[in-house]
């Protein structure tokens, strides 16, 4: 069975630009979350989705960010503009509701 | 305060010693605990969950104290693999909520 994947691996951006990433969750997870990892830290969450109502947001800086998930399944999250205290790993994952989460490979962001 | 406080380490150890993480929680309507381990540029990968009468799993066993709001995780005979972050997880009804991670480093 495929895992959570994400795209792109890397993305490297110049600041004040746009971006996006995407995520596929696992086949039949109803929950779907985005994560920001910096080094050393462990992952914070931005936004939990339960199917495609955004559940938890309340950690999403909205002025730049974004993020929806049409029809329930895929996701994708934008940043527009860019800063550069944006770079950083995203992660997505997915789990069924109130279980274990499963993460994607990550995107690595960074602003330059 | 973070919501889930862990050591940060590093934890330093020789291969085959026994060692333990402690992790606290804050929010008392936490409902559902795991571990999780991270590996250098990967992403985490759960190790396994923490239930209340507590379990094991092969050289790693997890302990739950919800009256002080504690989480453990002991790993005996430990192997080279076994060096990585071990991020805490406490998961309510509206939060999941991931420690910062303990680093381990085994020696041989």
């Known amino acids: 069975e495929a895992g959570v994947v994400q795209s792109p691996r890397y993305k490297i951006i110049e600041k004040k630009q746009p971006v996006a990433f995407w995520c596929n969750p696992i086949?039949?997870?109803?929950?779907l979350y985005w994560y920001l990892q910096n080094l050393g830290q462990g992952p914070e969450l931005l936004i939990r989705?339960?199917?495609?109502?955004?559940?938890?947001d309340s950690q999403l800086p909205k002025d730049r960010f974004s993020a929806e998930r049409l029809k329930g399944v895929d996701s994708t999250l934008k940043i527009q503009p860019a800063e550069l205290g944006d770079s950083a790993v995203y992660l997505c994952?997915?789990?069924?509701?109130?279980?274990?989460?499963?993460f994607g490979q990550g995107t690595r962001l960074t602003v330059v | 305060r973070k919501e889930v406080e862990q050591d940060p380490g590093p934890f330093n150890v020789p291969e085959g010693a026994t060692v333990a993480f402690n992790c606290t929680y804050s929010?008392?309507?936490?409902?559902?605990f795991f571990w999780y381990r991270q590996d250098c540029r990967k992403e985490p990968k759960l190790l396994m969950s923490?239930?209340?009468s507590g379990n094991e799993d092969g050289r790693f066993t997890a302990q739950l104290n919800r009256a002080s709001q504690y989480i453990s995780l002991l790993i005996r005979d430990s192997k080279l693999s076994d060096s990585a972050t071990y991020l805490c997880?406490?998961?309510?009804?509206?939060?999941?909520?991931f420690g910062s991670g303990t680093r381990l480093s085994i020696r041989p």
């Open positions: 994952a997915s789990s069924l509701t109130a279980q274990e989460a499963f």
């Open positions: 086949s039949g997870h109803n929950t």
């Open positions: 989705y339960e199917n495609e109502e955004a559940v938890d």
């Open positions: 929010n008392s309507a936490s409902q559902s």
């Open positions: 923490v239930y209340s």
């Open positions: 997880v406490a998961s309510s009804a509206s939060k999941i909520i």
